[in-house]
């Protein structure tokens, strides 16, 4: 049994990592075959790629994966710890579960992913949810086949959480949801220590995968038909930092730019490390997507400093404005936190005037929640939670405003979409412009899931635009 320790996962070094080619234990293969799993994945990206994985794991492993929780032998929770409510979903999961569990005895139940990194959450898990056969840590999931198997046989809860990253992983197997988008990890873990995130604790410090091994998988997926990769990590921009002298994310970038895919992504940017010359090579190519995500937290240069952030509310507005100016059509969006502790209404108001100036694209707005043996667990809070309840509808009444008004001037232009699905009620296309805008639109021609068309705008609503072919 390994427990989850914060006070190791916060101690950082420069230890090397090994990288390990993954293989599957032969014995295993097929061993549960007839047996059916199903996956509940909360939080980002970063958690719906592992849950790719795993699901190829457990087909391996001979489980079938099945559409409701209620009908399968074996549930897994990939969890997410950034906020609160990720927490209570996965604990309203967890009640649900137990009371399948009265009628079902057999079923087999695990939790992985960012909560079973948690001190709290696995002493939680111990003492009030004894049914819980698994709980495996984010660092080695490589160790899901194993651990299943010997919860199984030895009939006992087992824990297996290292709170230090060991080796990192290549040749997982994965089972991916769409076919014509893929997500590609580029670098695991974060070392930025903002004092509201969780994430360091939980996902480790960070490593690079080999510029080889990442430039294969995207080759591979080329060939398997793929017009679009999403590089993700939780801050893309130190790409390469603790692998590499004189490689960076620019240059993984314009090498993944030169592999010839239709469409490159890549998510989360930290302002304080994005280069000049990404943003030249973003504006160079025309197959990297003029569209960034830069979270910007908070416009007040005291909360910044008080979130541990590494930029100044000017600092970000010069890198925001270079981009403009220099990448042709770029979208910029961005995530913002109100009810930071100590956030003074001229704070908030601080924050307000920046979203004015920057008028994003798209934002994604949250009340501070505070995480357990994060730094800011100690600051003081003098803020009720009505008042920042009030502040968040202020700001999303603003942006939202914004959203609007800047799709309402997309009216009559065109955009390139890749067609991701057809919506069965209205027999309509959709998918999502280079500038990452949700498109639903018609065609005269049929169209093939996959197809990259030009649309042109009819009618635009907040969240996304109408359109035809
Ligand atoms: N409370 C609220 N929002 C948070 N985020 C990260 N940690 C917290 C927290 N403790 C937000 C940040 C980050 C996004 C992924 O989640 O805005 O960019
Ligand atoms: Fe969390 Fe900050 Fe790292 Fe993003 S950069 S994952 S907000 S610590």
Redesign the pocket.
């Known amino acids: 049994m390994h427990l989850p320790n914060f006070l190791e996962a916060r101690t950082r070094d420069k230890r090397n990592y090994s990288r390990v080619d993954f293989s599957f234990d032969s014995k295993l293969q097929n061993k549960y075959q007839g047996k059916t799993y199903y996956i509940k994945t909360y939080g980002?990206q970063m958690n719906e790629h592992d849950s790719e994985n795993i699901a190829a794991l457990l087909e391996q492993l001979g489980f079938q994966k099945v559409d409701k929780y209620t009908q399968a032998d074996f549930i897994l929770l990939n969890t997410c710890s950034?906020?609160e409510n990720a927490h209570n979903k996965a604990f309203g999961m967890l009640g649900r579960i137990k009371h399948l569990r009265n009628e079902k005895k057999d079923i087999i139940v695990g939790i992985c992913g960012c909560m079973a990194q948690e001190e709290s959450v696995v002493e939680r898990i111990l003492r009030d949810y004894k049914f819980v056969n698994f709980v495996l840590g984010t660092h080695n999931m490589h160790q899901l086949p194993e651990v299943i198997e010997k919860s199984i046989q030895e009939n006992k809860q087992q824990i297996e959480v290292f709170s230090r990253e060991g080796d990192l992983y290549e040749g997982l197997p994965v089972l991916r949801t769409n076919s014509y988008k893929a997500y590609v990890n580029i670098i695991y873990g974060c070392d930025k220590f903002c004092t509201?995130?969780?994430v360091p604790y939980t996902r480790g410090r960070e490593r690079s995968r080999k510029k080889e091994d990442i430039l294969n998988e995207i080759n591979t997926l080329i060939r398997d038909g793929y017009k679009e990769v999403t590089l993700l990590g939780q801050n893309v921009n130190a790409y390469g930092k603790d692998l590499y002298d004189d490689y960076h994310m620019d240059q993984l970038l314009e090498d993944v730019a030169k592999t010839g895919i239709p469409r490159v992504r890549f998510m989360?940017s930290h302002p304080w490390d994005f280069t000049d010359r990404m943003i030249d090579v973003i504006a160079k190519y025309p197959n990297i997507m003029p569209s960034i995500h830069l979270?910007i937290?908070s416009g007040s240069n005291q909360v910044l400093k008080r979130m541990g952030r590494r930029y100044t509310k000017e600092s970000y507005l010069e890198l925001f404005h270079k981009m403009k100016e220099k990448i042709p059509r770029v979208t910029i969006s961005t995530?913002?936190?109100v009810g930071f502790p100590g956030e003074s209404e001229e704070d908030f108001l601080e924050t307000m005037k920046v979203v004015e100036e920057c008028r994003f694209d798209n934002a994604?707005t949250?009340?501070?929640?505070?995480?357990k043996g994060?730094p800011?667990e100690k600051l003081e809070d003098h803020i009720s939670l009505e008042e920042k309840e009030e502040r968040l509808q202020r700001l999303n009444t603003v942006i939202n405003q914004i959203f609007l008004e800047k799709n309402q001037k997309l009216e009559g232009s065109s955009l390139e979409v890749l067609v991701e699905g057809i919506s069965s009620k209205k027999k309509m296309y959709f998918g999502y412009s280079d500038t990452n805008k949700l498109i639903n639109f018609t065609s005269e021609k049929p169209l093939e899931v996959g197809d990259i068309v030009s649309v042109k705008i009819t009618s635009a609503k907040t969240w996304s635009l109408d359109g035809e072919v």
Request: glycine share 0%; charged share 15%; aromatic share 20%.
């Open positions: 980002c950034i906020r509201y995130c969780i989360t979270p937290q995530d913002i936190i994604f949250f009340i501070f929640s505070v995480r994060t800011a």
